[in-house]
């Protein structure tokens, strides 16, 4: 079992920056995808972003390409997504996700999750 605990949610104003963070614990190593995932109300389910553990191979959903970056350190068993430029359409509760699936699946938002948290709630005001 893999368990994920999300942070760094809150409020931020349009045009600004927040870093989302997730600790992982329980069976994790290097042969995992791990992402985020995002829900507003009204909106389908988005994958936002993914990286493979011990890659760079990484995942960005077109509308948030050259704004949000993910990074991991593997140390601290943390995943964390990294968000500029935020509008009102980022607004939303935002999941760490993980999967054991191969890298090349990794790269897209093709994959399913076997894990995910408790998410963290991100609201953008213009």
């Known amino acids: 079992q893999v368990r994920l605990v999300e942070s760094g949610g809150g409020s931020v104003q349009a045009g600004g920056s927040q870093r989302l963070s997730c600790v992982a614990s329980?069976?994790?190593?290097?042969?995992?995808?791990m992402g985020w995932f995002r829900e507003a109300p009204g909106k389908e389910r988005e994958e936002v972003a993914s990286?493979?553990?011990?890659?760079?191979?990484?995942y960005f959903k077109n509308s948030v390409k050259g704004r949000f970056t993910i990074s991991q350190d593997n140390a601290k068993h943390t995943l964390y997504l990294h968000m500029a430029i935020l509008g009102p359409d980022d607004t939303a509760m935002y999941y760490c996700?993980?999967?054991?699936?191969?890298?090349?699946?990794?790269?897209?938002?093709?994959?399913?999750?076997?894990?995910w948290g408790q998410g963290t709630q991100d609201t953008v005001s213009s």
């Open positions: 329980g069976a994790t190593d290097n042969n995992f995808c």
């Open positions: 996700e993980a999967a054991k699936i191969e890298p090349y699946d990794c790269a897209s938002d093709a994959w399913s999750a076997n894990f």
């Open positions: 990286i493979y553990t011990g890659d760079v191979s990484t």
